[in-house]
């Protein structure tokens, strides 16, 4: 089973961070520790990561929206949130957090370049976390309570459920009500400290760190992830690219074995074509292993394509890539630079020597009376050409 890496960064970067590693449903971690980030994500060996971020870095505040789709909620909400920062909001990454009750929306504003700061040693690492939270929302919530951790002189305090500040010991009566307005407390510390009498305690744990809070706590519908927008992971289109590498790889060699195919005229033709039908065969075999009697393999390719195709509409890439793959194929003087899927489409760039290829490659995908081209761009230079096309369900 799966496990998971918390990893908790200092508020100053020259601090070690501290790290605790879990088995899904234990009560104690595997292993835990203290150092450098770098040190750290040597611990990460395919478990999950979740990141806490320190809460001072940011502002955590809410906006109220008529806006429930998630693109169009980005896009409104530094508008809604300009008059209130110092900052331009062209500098700012906006995060939000679930839709409350009331209509709210939680909100999480940090510098753009303090998530570039914050993600630069996982990117070098080639890590992808899967969760970047503040750490004041890693604390437990109780509406009835507000929760408090003391670490030395850094109070966390989670006054709602997306809602929370950082303040220093010293200060804490200062941005804490006293007197009649103090509210109840839900106390988190390692070593005990010595609170005003004005605050009640109503329930305290015993926890040295936000991130030991988290693995007993953590509500995901309560947090707020910071991985989002350009930030966002990419892992579902390397998800649909790892599922369309065996279709392509098989569709590609379809095509060079129906092209040699027509070329046997001698005995070294005949010895390659031979040759490229047993790679066809292997690749189909790694791709299908459940098939373990090959009869016909280009009906039974198409077959088990078919069934990959009708997978479901998140296959819809894998769907357009497979049948896109032998009309690119069979174009040899035309390079696939990059591949894009958005809003349904397949948005292919391409390279090559000339622009007669593309009229080829039209040839190709006239062919295939499933699929629609359109071509975006062709533009012809000293390098050769550039072309963009987009390709769609017919």
């Given at each position: 089973m799966r496990e998971t890496l918390l990893?908790?960064?200092p508020a100053v970067p020259e601090q070690p961070c501290v790290w605790r590693r879990w088995e899904t449903g234990a009560t104690q971690p595997s292993r835990d520790g203290s150092g450098p980030l770098d040190e750290v994500l040597g611990e990460v060996g395919g478990a999950r990561v979740i990141v806490l971020a320190p809460a001072e870095r940011m502002t955590l505040t809410q906006v109220e929206l008529p806006v429930r789709q998630a693109s169009r909620l980005l896009q409104a909400i530094p508008f809604a949130l300009e008059e209130q920062l110092a900052e331009d909001v062209d500098a700012l990454h906006f995060a939000p957090g679930p839709r409350q009750a009331d209509g709210s929306t939680p909100v999480a504003v940090v510098s753009i370049e303090q998530m570039q700061n914050w993600l630069a040693p996982f990117n070098e690492a080639g890590i992808q976390p899967d969760v970047l939270m503040p750490d004041v929302l890693a604390?437990?919530?109780?509406?009835?309570?507000?929760?408090?951790h003391i670490d030395g002189q850094r109070c966390l305090?989670?006054?709602?459920?997306a809602a929370g500040y950082v303040a220093p010991l010293s200060l804490?009566?200062?941005?804490?009500?006293?007197?009649?307005?103090?509210?109840?407390?839900?106390?988190?510390?390692?070593?005990k400290t010595a609170l005003p009498d004005d605050y009640t305690i109503g329930r305290s744990l015993p926890l040295a760190q936000p991130l030991d809070a988290y693995s007993q706590f953590a509500d995901p519908a309560l947090r707020i992830n910071l991985l989002q927008g350009a930030f966002a992971p990419r892992r579902a289109t390397e998800k649909w690219l790892q599922a369309a590498r065996w279709p392509a790889a098989l569709a590609a060699s379809w095509v060079l074995v129906s092209t040699l195919a027509l070329a046997v005229n001698n005995h070294q033709k005949q010895r390659e074509y031979e040759a490229l039908?047993?790679?066809?065969?292997?690749?189909?075999?790694?791709?299908f292993p459940q098939i373990t009697r090959i009869v016909d393999l280009r009906v039974q390719a198409e077959q088990q394509l078919e069934r990959l195709i009708s997978g479901g509409s998140e296959d819809v890439f894998l769907s357009l890539l497979s049948r896109s793959s032998a009309a690119l194929a069979s174009v040899s003087e035309l390079k696939v630079d990059g591949v894009q899927f958005r809003d349904?489409?397949?948005y292919i760039s391409l390279s090559g020597s000339d622009l007669q290829a593309l009229e080829k490659l039209r040839a190709e995908f006239a062919k295939i009376s499933s699929l629609a081209?359109?071509?975006?761009?062709?533009?012809?230079?000293?390098?050769g050409v550039q072309i963009r096309l987009k390709v769609d369900q017919a």
């Open positions: 990893i908790h960064l604390l437990p919530y109780d509406e009835a309570l507000v929760t408090l305090v989670r006054s709602g459920k804490l009566t200062s941005v804490l009500p006293t007197g009649a307005e103090a509210p109840a407390l839900f106390l988190l510390q390692g070593e039908q047993d790679r066809a065969q292997d690749e189909f075999s790694q791709a349904s489409a397949l081209l359109d071509v975006q761009s062709a533009q012809a230079g000293t390098d």
